[in-house]
Structure formats: C-alpha cells, structure tokens
C-alpha cells in the first residue's frame, strides 16, 4: 500500500513536472519573441534617429518619464514623391500637443502666410522646410503658434505609400466624391491601401475646400493607420513596418523617449483634430492663406492650454 502510493505520489509529481516544463518552454519562447521585437524595434528607431540644431524655446527638458506634456512637429515631406530625391516642401505641416490624457492635433495650410527668419518678405509656411530644413521647419512654427516645440517627426510621402503596404488596408469615411490619378473615391466608406493612398491624400483641386480638404483627408488616414498598426499581432507585420519607418522616417525621439510615451502615455489616442484657418488671398501674384490674428490666437491658446504653458 505504502508502495502504491509512492508510485502515485512520483506519477503526480511527474506530472506536474511535465506541465510545469510546458509553461516554462512557452514562457522561454515568448521571452524570446518580446527580445526580439525589442531589439529590432530598438535598432528600427536609432536608424531613424537624428537631432537638429534649432531654437528650442522650452525651459527645461520635458520629463516623459513623468509624463509631462509634451510638443511634437509632424511633417509629411513630397521629396520621394512620384520619383522626386530632392529635398521638396513640407506637404503636410501638423503639431501635436500630447499629454497622458489626449492629443490635440492641429493641422496648418502649407500655404499659410509668415515670416521666416533670415528670409525677409513674404513666405508661405512650407518654405521654411526648404529653406532651411527641419531645423527651419520648427524655429518658424515655434514663433509662429507661441510654443516650445519639443520633437519632430518626418516621413517623406513615398514612405506614406510603403508604410500603409505594410500595416495593409484601412477604411475611412469619404466626404466628398472625386477622382484623382485615375482612382475614383466615392462618398462614404472607402478603401484605402497602398495603391491609392497617395491619391486620396494629396487630392485639393477637385476640393472646393482646397487644402483644407486634403489636410482632412491626411488626418483620417493617419488615425485609421495608427489605430491599425496598434492592433496589428503580425511579426511579419511588425517587420514590415518597422523597416517602411526606418527607411523613411526621420524624428529626433530616442527609443526611451518612444517607450515613456507607450507606457506613460495611453490615453494620447484620444485624439481632437484642430484646423487652423485662413482666407485665401493674392499678394504680390502670390496665392497666400492668410490666417485671421482671432483664428491664430484660440489655437494658440489651446496649445499652451494642454502643455500647461502660462
């Protein structure tokens, strides 16, 4: 009797060796899987890293970490559009203000009309990118909205086309019918992918709204993107993605800075799309957007309202 028990005894701890060996086999591989995420998503943003040398008005250093907020300049640039390698304008000029409870997303008509320090006259807002690059980019944005902008990121159109390849399809609702590059996008829920991706996001003159339209239709993509790619459980996905980013993306957020804002940051989902707007007008037989000081002013406002800048 002493002896049967035994055996059962050294069958029940057999077994209970046997499953512990099963859950520590699939707690080594997903170990395994997350280092490798990590390390290739790591190795993805330091190719992606690059500082600039600007004019940075904050006092003191975001802490992330804290969960501060912070400032981001996001530009969509057209070199690599259509075969282009020079460097172009900045085609889509939006700041975000992020903090852990949402984002307020403020789109700016590339046609806007500013001052651009060490080039006198009349400018429009896009050439500050092609004058002086990124750097240009957030000294002229910075004076212009009253705010500390703390980073950057910069995707080159081209890369809009690799990086939607990547995540796969995403649906969007379509306000206005019209057809562009020979694709038509009728009105309600479209399809967009990496065939048509540029010619609904860069379509403004079938819009009557002009660049208003297109900067609309340039947020709805990038939320549907952004949404999809968080969902995504692909490795094959994820790789795709991350090589679409570092080949054509460029920010001067440090893989620490990116892993505070997934931690720290959860609510910044919750996004409010803001439109900053003008009125068209001919200067000099120049087509500019004037942006009326009321307009200018409440979105400043708001700006400094969610950095809590005094």
Known sequence: MANENKKKSRKKHSWWKWVLGIVVAFLV?????????????????????????????????????????????????????????????????????????GTKLVSIPRDTLVTIAGHPGNNKINAAYSYDG???????????????IDHYIEINMKGLEQLSEAIGPVKVQNDLDFTNLGTHFPKGEVTIDSKNILAYTRMRYEDPRG????????????????????????????????????????????????????????????IEQLQLKGDGQMIDGVSYEVVPQENLTKIRDTLKQTLEIN
């Open 134 to 148: 990124v750097a240009g980019a957030l000294n002229t944005l910075q004076n212009y909205l009253g705010i500390p």
């Open 29 to 101: 591989i997903d170990v395994a899987i997350a280092a490798k995420l990590y390390y290739d998503a790591k190795k993805s943003v330091s190719t992606t890293y690059k500082t600039v040398k600007y004019n940075d008005k904050r006092q003191g250093k975001v802490n992330m970490t804290k969960g501060q907020p912070f400032s981001v300049l996001l530009l969509g640039s057209d070199t690599g559009e259509y075969g282009r390698s020079y460097q172009g304008r900045s085609d889509t000029i939006m700041v975000a203000a992020v903090t852990t409870k």
């Open 211 to 270: 660049d208003y339209g297109r900067q609309l239709r340039q947020r709805l993509v990038l939320e549907a993107l952004v949404e999809k790619a968080a969902s995504i459980n692909s490795l094959a996905n994820y790789q795709n993605i991350l090589n679409a980013i570092s080949t054509n993306m460029k920010t001067d957020l440090t893989f620490d800075d990116i892993k505070d804002i997934m931690t720290k940051y959860s609510g910044a989902k919750n």
